[in-house]
């Protein structure tokens, strides 16, 4: 393709410059499948690709997502999800007016549903203990914790994690400045009663990787609280490229309940979606992943904790 030129490095034989339109030149990384590992580098574009962006269905699996991804230093700094609005709402207003009134009602919408608050979900599904925010940002998120719950975070930015570590010391947790993954290499087995990964798995590299080594991290029954936009929603279907859960290339994975799941359970999870967690008319959706407490134990029971036969 022409907008693609490979760099020479031997030990980067899958890096690539792509010259993006809005963003210029970025240097990515070719992505397989990241659910299954697939190659699908000869499968049709997904029709959401966007600029240098391409989206990938794949056969194998059903996931959807973006086959080429900045790497992590770009795509937490340069690229960031701040940086990136500006260009997204660009992108979106030049699909204006065509859209403008639904997206509007959209919002109106998102306003009268009930959200889930974290802290609530965290306090019926988890034992009081450490937790760990993944992508913790400030630290704010984790104000609202219930009496028992210690605050824990691992952000890759650096000024953020200092204000994230100076909330949490107070409270006798700790930030790790590090990407995702190996802020969690450096973690102790069983360390942690649960994790919240609030709008997070959308933007990760390699999410396999993480919730696989979340789940070391874990103590057995410990939870993985998820949010992340829901690509089966109906709005995705309605709204077309116009739908709020697409930011290029900030979000490399677009989940469903199915793929969501699928990608847990490979990991080694129990998976719990509450009666109203998975709702096609929400544009985000939920999932409570649970660390299974041994060799013996059903994969995908239901655990209690609020879980409303769903899963
Ligand atoms: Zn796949």
Known sequence: MSDIVPLTQPD???????NSANLGPVQVVHRDCPLCGR?????PDNLYSYDVWTLKDCPSCTMTYIDRGPDYTKLFKELSWEHTT????????DLRPL?????????????LLPRKQMPLMLEAWSNPGNVVDLGCGDGGQMDKLGPGFVPFGIEVS????????ARFSVHGGAC??????DGLKAVGDEFFAAATLRSYLEHEMNPLAVLNELCRVLQPGGVAIVKVPNYGSWNRMVMGPKWCGFRYPDHLNYFTPTTLKKMAQKAGYAVHFGLTYTL????NMYAVLKKERGKGAARGSCG????????
């Open 12 to 18: 980067q034989a899958k890096t690539f410059e792509v």
């Open 39 to 43: 190659d699908n580098t000869d499968e």
């Open 86 to 93: 500006a260009v997204e709402e660009k992108r979106r207003a």
């Open 99 to 111: 859209g403008y009134k639904a997206s509007k009602l959209t919002r109106l919408r998102m306003h």
């Open 158 to 165: 650096t000024a953020l994690a200092k204000a994230a570590d």
């Open 176 to 181: 790790i400045n590090a990407p995702t993954l």
């Open 280 to 283: 096609p008319t929400s544009d």
């Open 304 to 311: 209690g904790g609020g879980c409303g036969g769903g899963c």
